[in-house]
């Protein structure tokens, strides 16, 4: 009852994206939508750069049709969360919360990374409303703002340099007083005369009124200060955190924790194809997600017929 040719975990725009197309490819994929189902895209407002959207589309609305896409051609979704795999041997073997055991000839990985917060108590409410994880995709809407990043690595400096574009100023508030960033991307943010660094500090506390983020506090971390500053946005760089715990010691994983890929999507294990931020810690876009998810789609089609 609960074998599939295939299997994909994650459902962001990567793992729906893989659906439609092993779906269409008559695999009656099944799909298990995770904890966040429709991905970080689920939490954002308004996207603009996926293409096909002259007006621009909210990113719930995004995610649903693709569900429904996906959906149309006989995909089948359960919603809960994978929690343990075992890739060692086929058919593969995921468990799921939901107290279910599933296997199958080949399973597509799209679990997505989670952009990492702050942890302030009013922080995610914010997000699409002046708090933002992505400049790519929010930069544009900073047009002649004020800006503050939060971050010292190489995502801080060229989301900064990024929103530089359209801000008329962008403070990088970083906890240290030196960068981990690499060396050109630090010359670029030190060179862009809109750029301003706040070093040694943190972001503590966020203000908002109906429009959405109004003022932070900062504070410095050596002597204590705190000063309440303008800022119409506020950016956080911090890193990302992929989903693959549930993948130790199944998988070859990179230092940080992303699936290591080869060729495309394929991954070291024969018949497990990874797509999408969970192996993506570069462009981390919709499309990009999306494009690798139909990669991952015809690999593992492929992969079937040949086995
Ligand atoms: P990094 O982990 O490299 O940097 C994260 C930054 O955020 C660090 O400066 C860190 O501070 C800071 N930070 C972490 N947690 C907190 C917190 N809770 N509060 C305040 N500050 C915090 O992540 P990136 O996303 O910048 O980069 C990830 C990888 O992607 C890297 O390997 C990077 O080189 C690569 N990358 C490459 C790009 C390119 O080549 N174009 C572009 C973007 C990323 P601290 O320094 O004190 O630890």
Redesign the pocket.
Known sequence: MNHRKVIIIGTGPAGLTSAIYTARADLKPLVLEGEQPGGQLTLTTEVENFPGFVDGVMGPELMSNMKNQAARFGAEFVATLCTEADLSKRPFTVKASNGETYTADSIIISTGASA?M?GLPNEKGLVGRGVSTCATCDGFFYRDRVVHV???????M?DATFITKFAKKVYIV???DT????KPMQERAFNNPKIEFIWDS?VTEIFSDHSGVTHVTVENLKTGDKEKRHTDGLFY????TPNTSFLKGQITLDDNGFIKTINGPATNVPGVFACGDVQD??FRQAITAAGSGCQAAILAERFLEGH
């Open positions: 990492k702050l939060v971050g010292g690595g190489d995502t801080a060229e970083h906890r240290k960068l981990r960033a690499s943190a760089a911090i890193g990302h810690s570069i």
